[in-house]
């Protein structure tokens, strides 16, 4: 009879390999030296504060995180490779800075030229690529597909992280569209996908194109948002838990016991429930 082994004795060689290496790399170095970072666009003000600090109070990454973050990477990186065949002139990892309070790096730049040559009649301008992989949990509920009933109904589309991280990008970067892709890491299976009409790529790839008056005035906003932020750190101070919200896009208080975030999921969830609620003095220790 076969046993089940705990803890595995071969298959988690490489998650290991990785987790050390994640120990060793240490906390991924900024763009340029701002408080905040694009791909925490949207997120929690108390966890953007505790961030900006550059404190030990965190918690590691779990082996977990570090798998899901770790195939991301990958995945972003083949892309990567193959993107540049396609559009000989895109600009990948550009570094860029908006008024010294966020910063970070795009996934891709691709420049109109090459969006009208691959694909004749292009008129979206320059392009702010972004990729995001994910489960398949995240897929339906982006994509809006129901497996049991093989239909698409009520997709919610990109997460509004992920609209307000590429909107920030694409106003740094002057681009005028921005598109998202999404990568599932498991794919449709073959009977919904003829049921549904969808093509190969369709099993497993999804991809959003959002115009100009769409992001611009949603990454304007988040921008003032992060602006505020800064100035109450700036004045020696904490931000209260609030973020902004993915039903509505609306900034809103979080609720520490139910967010899911704050429930295993945020670095600075111990210290946060410890510090209280509310608008709060920087601790001493990290001042």
């Known amino acids: 009879m076969y046993r089940y082994t ?83 002139n895109a600009k990948l990892e550009v570094p860029t800075n908006l008024q010294d309070i966020i910063s970070g790096h795009c996934d891709a730049v691709i420049p109109a030229s090459d969006m009208e040559q691959a694909h004749p009649g292009w008129d979206g301008g320059d392009v702010l690529y972004e990729l995001k992989s994910m489960g398949m949990s995240r897929w339906d509920r982006q994509t809006g597909l129901k497996r049991r009933a093989k239909e698409i109904k009520n997709p919610e589309g990109p997460a509004i992280g992920t609209i307000l991280q590429a909107g920030l990008n694409a106003l740094a970067n002057d681009c005028q569209t921005v598109i998202v892709g999404a990568i599932s890491l498991e794919a449709v299976s073959k009977g919904i996908a003829e049921a549904m009409g969808f093509s190969d790529d369709q099993r497993f790839i999804a991809e959003w194109q959002i115009p100009e008056h769409v992001w611009r005035p949603a990454a304007e906003q988040e921008l003032r948002r992060l602006s505020n932020i800064k100035a109450t750190l700036d004045s020696g101070f904490l931000e209260d838990r609030t973020h902004v919200t993915e039903t509505t896009g609306y900034v809103e208080h979080i609720n520490v016991d139910r967010y899911w975030k704050c429930n295993g999921y945020c670095a600075y969830a111990d210290q946060c429930k410890a510090d209280g609620e509310g608008v709060i003095p920087i601790p001493e220790e990290n001042q």
């Open 6 to 88: 705990t803890p595995t004795l071969v298959s988690n060689a490489l998650i290991q390999d990785w987790v050390q290496a994640e120990r060793e790399r240490g906390k991924k170095a900024k763009a340029f030296d701002t408080p905040f970072r694009y791909s925490s666009a949207g997120d929690c003000a108390r966890y953007l504060s505790y961030a900006s600090l550059d404190t030990s109070m965190g918690s590691d990454m779990d082996s977990a995180g570090v798998w899901v973050t770790g195939l991301g990477t990958r995945i972003h990186e083949w892309l990567q490779e193959a993107l540049v065949k396609r559009y000989p």
